[in-house]
């Protein structure tokens, strides 16, 4: 009976912080998401939340070309004037930010118009470096709109003034396993911000953006 008991009252207090969290970073970027790129308000730089050109089993990432096609509608649109292409560059082989800086040139995005940040472990390494590396205060982040409001909730607790761009969504099918982990992710969040006072895994020198490449 008192194993029933705890596990019962483990399942309410995870729906709970579930529940709780996706609440508060959904309210915080009440207002400042946008999938209409002309409505989009001006930033001079866009922070472009990486991800891995292909799944494990060799299928191309949806997440991947949906979210690199809207950082080239902002360039193309001139709602901002550069990138920070920010992912995961933690093994040799492995370079999320160099495959979609690649993607971008591909699309007509000039080369110089993009900044790579290796150190993009997780959203909130992409966030706070944007600030603390690249000296960033006002951006928009490129990603889909779950993702853009986590960010949006890290970025004004950092102080940085951030709208998001939403790429267009994934269908269920191919986003199930991702929307999933976001659930969890939001809580992680929310404890890294508000009590573990999480920080990146590297900081580094400082990123001139529009004056060195």
Known sequence: ????????????????????????????AEGRTYSDVSLVPYRKVGILMGCSRHLSGGKN????STRTDAAAK?????RVDYLIVSGDNHVAGYDEATDM??????????????Y?????????????????VFGQDRVTIISQ??????????????????????????????????????QFARVKTVLDVCLLKTRPKFTGPHVRVGQNG
Do not use: W
């Open 1 to 28: 009976m008192k194993l029933k008991v705890i596990v019962f009252s483990g399942l309410v207090l995870s729906a709970a912080a579930i529940i709780g969290s996706s609440s508060v970073i959904k309210e915080s």
């Open 145 to 182: 709109e779950f993702h853009n409001q986590r960010a949006i909730y890290i970025a004004r607790h950092e102080g940085i003034d951030a709208v998001g761009f939403n790429a267009r969504d994934v269908d269920t099918y191919n986003s199930l396993r991702t929307r999933v982990r976001e």
């Open 116 to 132: 790579c940040d290796y150190a993009g472990f997780r959203t909130l390494d992409s966030v706070v470096r944007a600030k603390e």
């Open 74 to 78: 902002l360039i193309k649109a001139h």
């Open 61 to 64: 990432n949806l997440f991947f």
């Open 101 to 114: 800086k690649n993607e971008l040139v591909e699309a007509g995005v000039p080369a110089d118009r993009i």
